[in-house]
């Protein structure tokens, strides 16, 4: 340590240095080695705390400076604001060596820098460094301060050696710059350069990368080509040496394999001089043209992907080239190129097309959309219309865009039978339309709230008022009879309303008997879609209702009340009863009075009546015979009636009549065609959504329909995509992909993950949505597929590189406990060797305090959070390791934890439990020296941002009029660093007999917890 000493006089004043250090023991340890090498110590644990201690005024010889000060002004911003005030030599201290950390101080004027760890040896040189450095730059102050003096005495030999030298400057440059541009042509060219002999011998190698070099440039020197280049290569160099040797230049290309792969060169080589056999020289530029060759392979490949995709696109596609004139007006245009897709549609090929002129091809006139075409070619932008094209008789949509140099691309799709089909939509709604403003019963729709949004004019009449009050009129709230409003509801709820009275108009001063049925239209997923009311005038059966009410029997009553119609037959088909219903329903449909008495068979049209005997003749063999008919009106609208033909049996089981009953089924035939409709807009979705679609069978896997998009997808045409099976395209076990389908089918799970394969044989990951679908009692299920390849390759690199990184963690992890391990070991076999007590008790100490560094970085390991720890389960694993080092079978000491759960940050956490390694290792050497028993208690908890600790014994206490810190030891040295660090307040109460506790109340960041 001596020779660490500062060198000083015995009288002269001690060096003061200001040791700025955040970490507490660090700055303690620090402190004191200083101090051992004759210094006196100021200790600043703060930037802050620094800048005050210096403008004190206290005086200060040097700064030694950590730069990483934890929270608040770091070491270099510290030691900027102390040399803006003072001129000062400042020292960093750190243990980190990054050049980031390292480029904080490099704007600063420092005289040291002193890695965390060194030798005392390179410790007290750097600082006796810096103190010679800052003298010496004191003296070059004061020399600099003399020379100043002595120039303004020599002002006339300066000005004269100025001029000498300025002279010399500027033939210096001149040289200079001619021996930079030539320097600087050299380097500027990016290519080899060789010097070889007419053996192949390398004179001199210039190489700007020389990782294009087979052998480092010291080892090519003075060797031969031969004996590094393949053969054919130096054979085609040495042919090369010799035609430059006769020619004066030659030129060749050649590739090598190099460590960085496959480089391919262009070398361009010279002879040096006039020809002289067998001495000749010669000067090779060597060029790397590896890009460039690449990027002509890598062209060629996007040509053929390009192709590919040109001849298997669905659209019709041509290339054009646009003509002018000798003004520049465009004429006409050519076809280049045409795919597939455009013969299909066109009915011309490829050979009938390609290089002819469109006016050629289409016949004289006008050329067909020419001035379109010139804007896009002409202006750059893109157009896209539908037109109909004469010469082909077809429609089409046309999109058109610039390809540059005077050409253009159309990409065109025949919507022929769209158009058809939008003709013939159009005119099936104007029938329906006709049916429903001329139909002879009052007919209404209405939405969900029971608004009326439309109405015939029979409805109009029935009502008494006009067309522009009642569409927008609320039937639920304005209607004044409840018995429309619930039948309103019924149908809103999914079920037939059906309503009957003398409805009393609130928009007209009117009252009309009336029959009306109402029904809602749902979609497939029971959403409501619109509501249909028939309302019919009956005031004619009303009125005689009325006359025969009160001879009518009850039961006729009953059988007058229902819906439909009844009619009674004898078993020879004569007319025994029937209800009004079926009376009026056959004047009705077919203008016919029910008569009794009357064959039934005479009153029906002529088309049933030969049929009508043999239904009547089943009915009366006892089948249930059941006859569905359609029957034209006189005003040539259809009904659907539903028949049923049910024999009646007498108490004898005889059979002695047939009940006869009607009903008019239209309404669900109409229902019917609504749900054909229903499935046509789901196939137009099907189709056009732009989204992969099948529909499967759930029983086999069987595909029933797929969309365009599936065929672009997938790479198969629609009709063999309808030939396959799902389990042929998703690589899963087909046991595995049955089971997903009935999961789907029973809605148990609707999203999957599958890997599906192409056409082309590629496996893509795709997301697959399917949902169970009914089509009349069928369920099919409808699945909607999305490549999410590149999505799952990402994933999987995310994957690999965290498992990396978690790899190299682990091995960090297990380094520092090795390390820990190797410390621990260390210190038990220098303990194995002494056997003074004395002497062993440092090293204990020390190996109590490694211990509990051990226990915190243990479970920093088992934790996912690495800045915090939790503080309680530290603070328990010290204490029993502790207590395991100093108790044994003949003392027994019992351990009471309270340790409330608190997170705090690793520093912190740090400091604490090194505070409570001193206080429980005291207490166990020497609160119980003649007991064999006794206890110790830990308590710990947290209030607001306060933290507060217990530790306490019941053991001797502490003698009287001595203070815990009464000892010079380290222990003491330690608790009272730390607590200044943590800025934790300390009470001690102790009593003889009863024992010592230890109350800290620390102050901790409200986000610790």
């Known amino acids: 340590m001596e020779n660490h000493i500062q060198t000083q006089g015995d009288n002269s004043p001690k060096k003061r240095i200001l040791l700025v250090e955040d970490d507490a023991l ?6 004191e080695l200083l101090e051992s090498g004759g210094y006196e110590v100021l200790v600043a644990h703060s930037g802050q705390k620094a800048l005050e201690i210096f403008e004190s005024g206290q005086p200060i010889d040097l700064v030694l400076m950590d730069i990483d000060l934890g929270p608040g002004m770091d070491g270099a911003e510290t030691a900027r604001r102390i040399l803006a005030k003072k001129d000062l030599p400042v020292v960093f201290i750190s243990s980190h060596t990054e050049p980031e950390i390292l480029a904080k101080t490099e704007a600063i004027t420092s005289y040291g820098y002193i890695v965390k760890g060194s030798s005392d040896t390179a410790f007290f040189a750097s600082l006796n460094m810096a103190f010679r450095l800052y003298a010496a730059h004191q003296e070059l102050l004061k020399k600099a301060r003399e020379l100043e003096d002595l120039a303004d005495n020599l002002s006339s030999t300066v000005k004269k050696l100025l001029k ?28 080899l350069m060789f010097e070889l002999d007419e053996q192949g011998t390398y004179l001199d190698v210039r190489a700007p990368n020389p990782h294009l070099l087979v052998r480092p440039r010291d080892e090519l020197i003075g060797r031969k080509i031969s004996d590094f280049l393949p053969k054919e290569v130096a054979d085609s160099l040495i ?8 020619k004066g230049l030659a030129e060749m290309n050649y590739s090598l394999e190099l460590p960085s792969g496959i480089h391919y060169f262009e070398a361009s080589i010279a002879r040096k001089g006039e020809n002289r056999p067998g ?39 041509a290339i054009h080239r646009l003509i002018f004139d000798q003004q520049r007006k465009p004429v006409d245009y050519e076809i280049i190129e045409v795919n597939e897709a455009y013969s299909r549609h066109t009915g011309l090929s490829r050979d009938q097309t390609v290089g002819q002129k469109v006016s050629n091809l289409f016949g004289p006139g006008e050329v067909p959309y020419l001035e379109l075409f010139s804007q896009v070619v002409l202006e750059g932008r893109r157009e896209s219309f539908e037109t109909y094209f004469p010469p082909l008789n077809r429609h089409f949509k046309i999109t058109a865009f610039p390809l540059g140099e005077n050409m253009f691309a159309t990409v065109f799709e025949d ?51 006009s ?41 007209a001063n009117k009252s009309t008997p009336a029959q009306g049925f109402f029904a809602g239209i749902f979609d497939r997923y029971g959403n409501f879609v619109s509501g249909i009311g028939i309302f019919e005038d009956v005031s004619g059966r009303y009125q005689a209702e009325e006359a025969r009410r009160d001879s009518e029997a009850r039961l006729r009553a009953i059988f007058d009340s229902s819906i439909h119609s009844f009619i009674f037959l004898d078993t020879e088909g004569r007319i025994q009863a029937f209800n009004q219903i079926a009376d009026k329903r056959m004047i009705e449909v077919l203008g016919q009075h029910l008569e009794v008495g009357k064959m039934l068979v005479d009153l029906l049209p002529q088309k049933f009546k030969a049929t009508f005997p043999e239904t009547l003749s089943r009915a009366l063999s006892g089948e249930y015979v059941r006859v569905e008919r359609e029957i034209a009106r006189s005003d040539g609208s259809l009904l659907f009636y539903e028949f049923y033909l049910t024999p009646v049996y007498s108490p004898e089981r005889n059979i002695i009549g047939v009940f006869f009953s009607a009903e008019d089924i239209t309404e669900i035939k109409e229902a019917e065609l609504a749900l054909r409709q229903s499935e046509k807009r789901f196939r137009t979705i099907f189709e056009y959504s732009g989204t992969v679609m099948l529909l499967i069978d759930p029983e086999d896997g069987k595909i029933i329909d797929a969309n365009y998009r599936a065929e672009e997808f997938y790479g198969y045409s629609r009709e063999k995509l309808r030939q396959m099976n799902i389990k042929e395209i998703n690589t899963l076990p087909p046991d595995i992909v049955q089971q997903r389908m009935d999961e789907a089918k029973q809605r148990a799970v609707n999203y999957f993950i599958f890997p599906h394969r192409l056409a082309s044989g590629e496996i893509k990951e795709v997301e697959v949505h399917s949902h169970p679908i009914e089509f009349g009692e069928k369920k099919y299920l409808l699945s909607i597929i999305l490549d999410i ?50 002497t062993r008790a440092p090293l204990e100490s020390f190996k109590s305090r490694i211990n509990s560094l051990s226990k915190l970085y243990d479970l920093l390991s088992l934790g996912e959070k690495y800045q915090q720890i939790s503080l309680d389960l530290f603070l328990k694993e010290i204490c029993k390791s502790i207590l395991n080092s100093y108790t044994s079978s003949a003392k027994k000491i019992e351990l009471k934890l309270d340790l409330k759960q608190v997170s705090l940050e690793v520093k912190s956490a740090i400091a604490i439990g090194l505070m409570a390694n001193e206080i429980l290792t005291n207490a166990l050497k020497h609160a119980f020296p003649e007991r064999t028993s006794g206890r ?74």
């Open 26 to 31: 660090i700055a303690l340890m620090e402190s």
């Open 164 to 191: 000498m030298q300025e002279e010399l400057k500027i033939r210096e440059q001149k040289l200079k710059e001619t021996s930079e541009h030539l320097e600087a042509t050299l380097n500027s060219l990016p290519d």
């Open 239 to 246: 042919y090369a040496l010799q035609e430059a040797a006769e």
């Open 279 to 317: 001495q000749n020289t010669f000067v090779a530029l060597v060029r790397d043209i590896t890009d460039s060759i690449e990027a002509q392979l890598s062209q060629q490949k996007s040509e053929i992907r390009f192709s590919r995709l040109f001849h298997s696109m669905s659209e019709g596609v």
């Open 415 to 465: 919507i022929t039978e769209k158009r058809k089909t939008e003709q013939a939509l159009r005119e099936r709604e104007e029938r329906y339309r006709l049916i429903f403003d001329n139909a002879p019963i009052g007919i209404l729709q209405f939405d969900d709230r029971g608004t009326i949004t439309e109405c015939n004019d029979e409805f109009v009449r029935i009502i008494g008022s």
């Open 467 to 507: 067309r522009e009050v009642l569409i927008g009129f609320n039937i639920l709230e304005r209607a004044g009879d409840d018995k429309v409003k619930e039948a309103i509801r019924e149908a809103l709820s999914g079920r037939i309303g059906y309503y009957e009275g003398i409805y009393h108009s609130v928009t």
């Open 789 to 838: 390849s590149p999505r799952v390759q990402l994933e999987r690199q995310l994957k690999k590189a965290l498992e990396e990184k978690q790899q190299i963690l682990r091995e960090l992890q297990h380094r520092v406990k090795n390390s820990f391990a190797l410390i621990h070991s260390l210190i038990n076999l220098e303990l194995n060797r002494l056997k003074d007590k004395t």
């Open 936 to 1009: 110790v208690e830990v308590k710990l908890h947290k209030e607001g941002n306060q933290l507060f600790l217990e530790i306490a014994d019941d053991g001797i206490g502490l003698p009287r009029g001595q203070g815990i810190f009464s000892s010079e030891g380290i222990g003491r040295e330690i608790i009272e660093s730390l607590s200044e660090q943590l800025e934790a307040k300390m009470e001690i109460e102790s009593q003889p007999a009863q024992g010592t506790k230890f109350k800290f109340s620390i102050p901790v960041k409200s986000s610790q917890n």
